[in-house]
């Protein structure tokens, strides 16, 4: 499991500023999805399946990001190009080894969806985001374990 208070300063808060992303609500909802999509960053490939990174993103998520939303926003695009060397879609294996870049796929799935992002001290209405844009309702994460391992996580 990462140090949280490392985590918390040398990936998430550094890579969301170079994307112009960074508020407390988006930091702490990444950390949610860390400590229940990898157990804190534990898992940098899946067990049994395809998803990649601190965050679980499976390839075919990462692209349609890429292909369907990035693209589509030279201002981000320029962003990710400058800050992440990163012109053009990058091998989805580099969010194995990248934490920020993990970090910036993460953040900007979340942002394809209008819905405003939870407050920072609501788990629930955290859980609830993460749910549905993330995991999605035919996830496999369950409400108690999820809060159980982000409470474990913030322990770190």
């Not at 990936?11 to 990898?38: G, H, N, R, W």
């Amino acid at each position: 499991m990462l140090n949280i208070a490392q985590f918390r300063k040398h990936i998430i808060i550094p890579a969301l500023s170079k994307l112009q992303m960074y508020s407390k609500d988006a930091e702490e909802l990444l950390v949610f999805t860390c400590a229940t999509e990898s157990n804190g960053g534990s898992l940098l490939v899946q067990v049994q399946g395809p998803a990649l990174g601190i965050f679980q993103m499976e390839p075919v998520t990462y692209a349609d990001i890429w292909n369907n939303y990035i693209f589509n926003r030279s201002s981000l695009l320029t962003l990710i190009s400058i800050n992440f060397a990163a012109p053009n879609i990058p091998n989805a294996t580099r969010m194995v080894y990248d934490l920020q870049f993990a970090t910036v796929m993460a953040r900007i799935h979340y942002r394809r969806f209008a819905a405003e992002l939870p407050k920072s001290d609501d788990v629930d209405g955290i859980w609830d985001y993460y749910k549905k844009y993330f995991n999605t309702p035919l996830g496999k994460s369950e409400k108690d374990k999820s809060i159980a391992d982000y409470k474990r996580f913030l322990k770190s």
